[in-house]
């Protein structure tokens, strides 16, 4: 029982002390995130807090792949506004439950394995526009509350700021190479806040982020839906699950995708899929504005030697207890120490061979690299993939269609025959048709596509348009080779085989 137990909590490879010291830091890590992205959605500061603690407690216990940590996003908060604002909070609550419904669907129907075949440059234009946005979110901690306004820092207070993420970034990234015994972020982060405090520096802490509201720490309570239970609730809060349900899949799978690259494991999208959406069920029934998985405390935990579901246990437990019972702590950690521990994720998370194989991939891959970046930074993550998709698609489509041709040969009867190669779909029909010299084709042809496929209803319709027209001339054709729903088809349109 204790084995089964063990090998639950953590993987072979991973060490208890890691996964313990990696889930403090990423709890530290999800505070400042979780109180921001709740105030970007116009939400209190504890909604994001508890989002964070169910997301990350419960993907860690039934998620797909251990060592990945989930809490409230920032591309959800963005998503989720316009509702709050057209229709209240309730209905925030409601949508994040359908969501959850939705995605437990996706993993039940095990459609989760589609994210495996996304395509390579879909996959670092994700990561580079992540890395972009989490960068960005960042610099919003180098502005300061000036009588309601946000402003940015200036002189002493600047250079104070930059000086502490420089020290925090700099502990971060050096102390690997002496000891990876305690996990570098973590360090930081105490070290910072112990500089701040041991030499009365005046600097912008957490409690800062939220905004002049003190935050109440009650345990979060069960709360059924207070909204109609009617069609017209159910088309307001559709289109939000929808595009919630897409944006949480995508960045949680291809962060999954992302991690199992990185530590040579992998790990179960459609397991993932369901609990992802058990926990956004459970964080929309207890007021919570849900969640997905987070690249940025993801890289923290995988970095800092994070291996196993213990290390999101612990974060996520952890996490409630610093809400409940540490808040006075928490809030007086410096923004610089956490800003210095998010750079360097966005320096380990930037795919910087980018800059070297971009000229040497080709055009179109390093065009949907580039489309995926300036989408994901600009929009969502949702439309970002969706782009990429559809644009990664239609070049394969173009390229694929160039691939059809035809080996002509006459024999000694005076029978021509095309000899089909390369796959006939909606795309290389026009290149199909135009192997045909059917005015100057002797009386009987032949068309064998052994070397061929059929796969659509275009190219169904292609080879009855071509066996029409040499019908219209008083000429005889057989196609051979193939399948037999082809053939039941083609029998309507009177052509022979």
């Known amino acids: 029982m204790v084995h089964k137990i063990k090998n639950f909590l953590l993987p072979r490879e991973g060490k208890w002390s890691l996964d313990i010291f990696s889930g403090l830091t990423v709890a530290m890590a999800l505070i400042p995130e979780s109180i921001a992205f709740a ?23 039934f998620g797909g792949r251990p060592g990945m940590i989930s809490g409230a996003t920032g591309a959800m908060a963005v998503a989720i506004v316009s509702l709050v604002v057209q229709h209240g909070v309730e209905y925030v609550f409601a949508a994040i439950v359908l969501t959850g419904i939705l995605q437990i669907a996706v993993g039940l129907f095990r459609l989760g394995k589609l994210i495996r075949i996304l ?33 940015w820092l200036q002189g002493y207070p600047l250079f104070i ?54 935050i109440s720490t009650a345990l979060p309570t069960f709360a059924w839906l207070k909204v109609p239970l009617s ?25 999954l995708t992302l991690i199992d690259e990185i530590t040579h494991t992998r790990g179960n999208t459609n397991k993932e899929c369901v609990a992802q959406g058990m926990g956004n069920i459970i964080s929309g029934f207890f007021k919570g504005m849900g969640g997905c998985a987070m690249l940025g405390q993801s ?13 999101g246990i612990v974060a996520g437990i952890t996490l409630f207890l610093f809400i409940v019972l540490l808040w006075p702590i928490i809030k007086i950690i410096p923004l610089a120490a956490l800003v210095g521990v998010m750079f360097m994720v966005v320096i380990e998370t930037f795919e910087w061979a980018t800059f070297k194989f971009i000229r040497k991939i ?18 969502n993550l949702a439309i970002a993939v969706i782009t990429g998709v559809v644009i990664a698609a239609l070049v394969f489509a173009w390229q694929t269609a160039k691939n059809v041709y035809a080996v002509k040969t006459t024999n000694a009867e005076g029978v021509k025959e095309y000899t089909l190669h390369g796959p006939l779909f909606f795309g290389s029909i026009s290149h199909f048709k135009a192997l045909f010299e059917i005015n100057d084709d002797p009386q009987e042809v032949v068309i064998d596509f052994i070397h061929s496929r059929v796969t659509d209803h275009s190219a169904i319709h292609a080879i009855q348009f071509i066996s029409e027209r040499y019908k219209a001339l008083g000429k005889k054709i057989h196609l ?10 083609l029998d309507k349109a009177g052509s022979s085989h």
Do not use: W
């Open 119 to 151: 395509p390579k440059s879909v996959m670092v234009g994700f990561v580079n526009g992540l890395a972009i946005v989490i960068l960005v979110s960042q610099l919003h901690q180098f502005k300061v509350d000036v009588n309601g306004k946000m402003e």
């Open 362 to 379: 080709p055009k179109h891959d390093a065009f949907v690299i580039v489309v995926v970046t300036a989408v994901t930074v600009l929009t």
């Open 299 to 311: 890289m923290i935990n995988i970095n800092s030697g994070g291996r196993g579901r213990l290390s």
């Open 480 to 489: 051979r080779h193939l399948s037999p729903k082809c053939k039941l088809l």
């Open 231 to 255: 069609f017209a609730t159910f088309k307001i809060i559709a289109p939000y699950a929808i595009i919630l349900c897409i944006i949480g899949l995508s960045e949680s799978l291809m962060t």
């Open 161 to 214: 700021m930059i000086g502490l993420v420089v020290g925090a970034m700099a502990i971060t990234h050096f102390l690997p190479k002496f000891t990876k015994k305690l996990p570098s972020a973590l360090v930081a982060i105490v070290v910072v806040t112990g500089i701040v405090y041991l030499f009365g520096i005046d600097t912008q802490v957490v409690n800062n982020m939220m905004g002049g509201q003190e």
């Open 39 to 61: 105030l970007v959605a116009h939400l209190d500061p504890l909604v994001g807090l508890y989002s964070a603690f169910f997301m990350c407690l419960i993907a860690a216990l």
